[in-house]
T-cell receptor, first 111, second 112 residues
């Protein structure tokens, strides 16, 4: 258990509404990641962070923004949710040994 | 060409047999390789990692790496029905900012 929690675990929202997903870690890891997982596409990197206020884009960053104001929290925001953002979202950390561990996931449905 | 490729399966093996899962990757400079197990509706769980050419064993699991062929595999000996899951190969790629690139996963079914 890498001490990673995600909230909410499930969310249904309407197209056009803003949505924020939260990832919280208890072990002060520097690197944190947001992925989405969809059938046929596997896990794809959205954004990642390498420190407080230090973030960068991943493979599928369009329509998403992130913020990291504290080491333990990494927020993913969908400014205006679309149906194509219906997915399972996973947060992950990278340990000092370069191993990546995942949170429990958030299932987001955009109607 | 995808960066990390795996046979999507499903791969079916009888209980007690050896399951062999394969993964190829495109970035010759990659240094770190990981295998994750993911049960349906759950998050990926790290089960093996390997950095050097050759074999690494952990219980019933063996990871094999051949950097010259850009190939990594996972063997599961004495397969159990509880091993039925999707197995994800991940590569820490230098040309992706040292980020992890995941394969699409291989679904394994162990038949009692």
């Amino acid at each position: 258990d890498a001490g990673i929690t995600q909230s909410p675990r499930h969310k249904v929202t309407e197209t056009g509404t803003p949505v924020t997903l939260r990832c919280h870690q208890t072990e002060n890891h520097r690197y944190m990641y947001w992925y989405r997982q969809d059938p046929g596409h596997g896990l794809r990197l959205i954004h990642y962070s390498y420190g407080v206020k230090d973030t960068d884009k991943g493979e599928v960053s369009d329509g998403y923004s992130v913020s990291r104001s504290k080491t333990e929290d990494f927020l993913l925001t969908l400014e205006s949710a679309t149906s194509s953002q219906t997915s399972v979202y996973f947060c992950a950390i990278k340990s000092e040994a370069y191993e990546q561990y995942f949170g429990p996931g958030t299932r987001l449905t955009v109607t | 060409q995808k960066e990390v490729e795996q046979n999507s399966g499903p791969l079916s093996v009888p209980e007690g047999a050896i399951a062999s899962l394969n993964c190829t990757y495109s970035d010759r400079g990659s240094q770190s390789f990981f295998w994750y197990r993911q049960y349906s509706g759950k998050s990926p769980e790290l089960i093996m990692f390997i950095y050097s050419n050759g074999d690494k064993e952990d219980g019933r699991f063996t990871a094999q790496l051949n950097k010259a062929s850009q190939y990594v595999s996972l063997l599961i000996r004495d397969s159990q029905p509880s091993d039925s899951a999707t197995y994800l190969c991940a590569v820490n790629m230098w040309n992706y900012g040292q980020n992890f690139v995941f394969g699409p996963g291989t679904r394994l079914s162990v038949l009692p």
